[in-house]
């Protein structure tokens, strides 16, 4: 490829990678697919709330990138010649949260965003030159804590944390203030009237006002789905984005197919709320599921493929193709192939009280706000597998002390070797085996707990006020019911697991049998912890969502 080779990444520093200057032959590679635009000071390029905002390379002049609803100093950078803009909403089409604005005559250069696109589909160095900047971009943005929201919350509320939560694992910028240390927020609560029991408060683009929202009526707020096309009838939905739909988005996208991911919640499943995956291929220092599934998604949306968040999957009907999934607010969207990664959710033991204190001291997932929250403190984690292992070496770095509450007499059956070696030499964390919480207290928030060894009946009680739980799982398959054969475990019966029996009550049209990860319902595939017979790691579900995408190709040429 024609043009001067930047500098691998290690030789820049930190603010080079993030904003470089493009070189000469870089930017005539650009230009066949530019505008050539006259700017004057002031003109307004784009604002907080624009959809597919266009790519700029500063050619001459400069350009103000300024953040409107920043509590603190509003200017975030300064474009000047050889410079580009953008960040992650660039590849991704979501809404825009920041304004550009001409500080210097000049001549730049503009790419729409379909243009951008195909840029960064044909030319590999650049595409590594804009990705790496616009990642580090958007790092910086959340680590200063200047997006275009601002929340206002309480370390003691559950609704405070479930959108910090949301917002964090969705990897969006925003600002944060706990009302219980920042008492110059009540100048802000006053301004839009807000009372106590209100709170938590989202403030987006210094505008609108959401009191206590729900997570969909925050992401509607943000316009986290606005660039989606829901009257499309699309190659492929991937319902669920775990590692296994987040490899089957990127393999699908890169391969040519008209690709949308649909999460409930936040991108990575059960894997994204682990604090260090360690047997994951190619990181043998570890890696965060936040980190590993954001870097799935970024490249899935770089290949082009669509999201939607925040909203459920409710119903499916199969009946004929295209099939459509229908959501919990009422949209249908169509597509003739389906993959199902739902994966599986924590089974909620049968504590008394437990549902009381959901965010108030008991959380199914070990991240960096969690960690926060109980430093220096006493807390008990409650499970045997992977997850609860990752869970307790992550949390003794913070805590007091780690009770880790195991149902079973050991470890060895549910967890890695050198996991079971990390906590057992760990002098912060004490086992308990054959032993379950028994009860649990509190008012306002968990105070106490009691729990019980099943072996001696001997019971213990505390004063903790955190309890991470990581206990068993259960599929999200309710929805699929009369659709798709399923196990007696409702999970999801695909390839060879298919009987005759069950196929022939599942109405199998075709000659052939099912392909490998295909269920009962001819085009519609499962993988990852929703499919019977899968293995629980990671690294299985990436291979299964990766592999299934040529079982969809096979599909696809059957209509």
Same mark, same amino acid.
């Given at each position: 490829?024609?043009?001067?080779?930047?500098?691998?990444?290690?030789?820049?520093? *930190?603010?080079?990678?993030?904003?470089?200057?493009?070189?000469?032959?870089?930017?005539?590679?650009?230009? +066949?697919?530019?505008?050539?635009?006259?700017?004057?000071?002031? =003109?307004?390029?784009?604002?907080?709330?624009?959809?597919?905002?266009?790519?700029? #390379?500063?050619?001459?002049?400069?350009?103000?990138?300024? *953040?409107?609803?920043?509590?603190?100093?509003?200017?975030?950078?300064?474009?000047?010649?050889?410079?580009?803009?953008?960040?992650?909403? $660039?590849?991704?089409?979501?809404? @825009?949260?920041?304004?550009?604005?001409?500080?210097?005559?000049?001549?730049?250069?503009?790419?729409?965003?379909?243009?951008?696109?195909?840029?960064?589909?044909?030319?590999?160095?650049?595409?590594?030159?804009?990705?790496?900047?616009?990642?580090?971009?958007?790092?910086?943005?959340?680590?200063?804590?200047?997006?275009?929201?601002?929340?206002?919350?309480?370390?003691?509320?559950?609704?405070?944390?479930?959108?910090?939560?949301?917002?964090?694992?969705?990897?969006?910028?925003?600002?944060?203030?706990?009302?219980?240390? =920042?008492?110059?927020?009540?100048?802000?609560?006053?301004?839009?009237?807000? !009372?106590?029991?209100?709170?938590?408060?989202?403030?987006?683009?210094?505008?609108?006002?959401?009191?206590?929202?729900? %997570?969909?009526?925050?992401?509607? @707020?943000?316009?986290?789905?606005?660039?989606?096309?829901?009257?499309?009838?699309?190659?492929?939905?991937?319902?669920?984005?775990?590692?296994?739909?987040?490899?089957?988005?990127?393999?699908?996208?890169?391969?040519?197919?008209?690709?949308?991911?649909?999460?409930?919640?936040?991108?990575?499943?059960?894997?994204?709320?682990?604090?260090?995956?360690?047997?994951?291929?190619?990181?043998? $220092?570890?890696?965060?599921? *936040?980190?590993?599934?954001?870097?799935?998604?970024?490249?899935?949306?770089?290949?082009?493929?669509?999201?939607?968040?925040?909203?459920?999957?409710?119903?499916?009907? @199969?009946?004929?193709?295209?099939?459509?999934?229908?959501?919990?607010?009422?949209?249908?969207?169509?597509?003739? !192939?389906?993959?199902?990664?739902?994966?599986?959710?924590?089974?909620?033991?049968?504590?008394?009280?437990?549902?009381?204190?959901?965010?108030?001291?008991?959380?199914?997932?070990?991240?960096?706000?969690?960690?926060?929250?109980?430093?220096?403190?006493?807390? %008990?984690? #409650?499970?045997?597998?992977?997850?609860?292992?990752?869970?307790?070496?992550? /949390?003794?770095?913070?805590?007091?002390?780690?009770?880790?509450?195991?149902?079973?007499?050991?470890?060895?059956?549910?967890?890695?070797?050198?996991?079971?070696?990390?906590?057992?030499?760990?002098? @912060?964390?004490?086992?308990?085996?054959? $032993?379950?919480?028994?009860?649990?207290?509190?008012?306002?928030? /968990?105070?106490?707990?009691?729990?019980?060894?099943?072996?001696?009946?001997?019971?213990?009680?505390?004063?903790?006020?955190? #309890?991470?739980?990581?206990?068993?799982?259960? +599929?999200? !398959?309710?929805?699929?019911?009369?659709?798709?054969?399923?196990?007696?475990?409702?999970?999801?019966? !695909?390839?060879?697991?298919?009987?005759?029996?069950?196929?022939?009550?599942?109405?199998?049209?075709?000659?052939? +049998? +099912?392909?490998?990860?295909?269920?009962?319902?001819?085009?519609?595939?499962?993988?990852?912890?929703?499919?019977?017979?899968?293995?629980?790691?990671?690294?299985?579900?990436?291979?299964?969502?990766?592999?299934?995408?040529? /079982?969809?190709?096979?599909?696809?040429?059957?209509?």
């Amino acid at each position: 490829m024609a043009g001067t080779s930047i500098p691998p990444s290690s030789a820049l520093d *930190q603010n080079t990678q993030m904003f470089p200057a493009l070189t000469a032959a870089q930017i005539e590679r650009i230009r +066949p697919l530019a505008t050539l635009r006259h700017v004057e000071p002031g =003109d307004t390029l784009f604002k907080p709330g624009d959809e597919h905002v266009p790519f700029f #390379v500063v050619l001459s002049g400069s350009l103000e990138i300024i *953040q409107p609803s920043s509590l603190r100093d509003p200017l975030l950078a300064t474009h000047n010649a050889g410079n580009f803009t953008g960040e992650i909403t $660039t590849i991704s089409g979501q809404r @825009c949260f920041v304004l550009g604005r001409v500080s210097a005559a000049g001549e730049f250069l503009e790419l729409s965003h379909d243009h951008f696109r195909a840029l960064i589909a044909r030319d590999a160095e650049l595409s590594e030159v804009f990705m790496r900047a616009f990642i580090l971009r958007r790092m910086a943005l959340i680590s200063s804590g200047k997006g275009n929201v601002i929340l206002l919350g309480s370390r003691h509320s559950a609704g405070t944390l479930r959108l910090r939560e949301f917002l964090g694992r969705n990897g969006y910028p925003y600002s944060y203030s706990d009302l219980e240390t =920042d008492h110059s927020s009540q100048d802000l609560l006053d301004r839009f009237n807000v !009372t106590a029991d209100q709170i938590p408060v989202t403030i987006c683009n210094g505008l609108v006002v959401l009191r206590n929202p729900s %997570i969909p009526e925050l992401a509607d @707020c943000l316009g986290l789905n606005v660039s989606v096309d829901e009257t499309a009838v699309r190659d492929l939905i991937i319902v669920g984005a775990g590692p296994s739909g987040l490899a089957a988005a990127v393999y699908a996208a890169s391969e040519g197919l008209d690709a949308l991911l649909l999460e409930t919640d936040t991108p990575g499943g059960q894997a994204g709320s682990s604090s260090k995956i360690e047997n994951y291929l190619g990181f043998p $220092t570890g890696i965060s599921g *936040q980190e590993l599934t954001g870097r799935a998604l970024t490249q899935a949306l770089k290949f082009g493929a669509h999201m939607i968040v925040a909203r459920s999957a409710v119903r499916l009907n @199969c009946d004929r193709r295209p099939y459509k999934v229908i959501l919990d607010d009422g949209t249908t969207l169509a597509a003739r !192939t389906i993959l199902i990664a739902t994966g599986a959710q924590y089974n909620k033991p049968p504590i008394p009280n437990l549902s009381r204190f959901e965010g108030l001291g008991i959380y199914y997932g070990a991240t960096h706000i969690e960690s926060q929250m109980c430093s220096g403190e006493d807390v %008990i984690v #409650v499970g045997g597998g992977n997850s609860a292992g990752q869970a307790a070496v992550y /949390l003794s770095q913070t805590a007091k002390k780690v009770y880790m509450l195991v149902r079973s007499a050991q470890l060895t059956e549910t967890m890695s070797r050198y996991l079971i070696r990390r906590i057992e030499e760990n002098p @912060c964390i004490e086992l308990h085996y054959n $032993t379950e919480i028994a009860g649990i207290e509190g008012n306002a928030q /968990l105070e106490r707990v009691t729990w019980q060894n099943k072996a001696t009946g001997e019971l213990s009680t505390r004063d903790i006020r955190h #309890v991470f739980v990581m206990t068993g799982a259960s +599929p999200k !398959t309710q929805w699929l019911q009369g659709c798709l054969a399923l196990d007696n475990k409702g999970f999801i019966l !695909t390839g060879r697991d298919l009987d005759p029996v069950a196929l022939q009550a599942a109405g199998w049209p075709l000659t052939r +049998p +099912p392909q490998m990860l295909e269920t009962s319902l001819q085009g519609v595939f499962a993988v990852g912890d929703v499919r019977s017979g899968n293995i629980k790691r990671v690294a299985s579900a990436v291979g299964e969502g990766s592999m299934a995408i040529s /079982l969809v190709h096979r599909s696809l040429t059957e209509l």
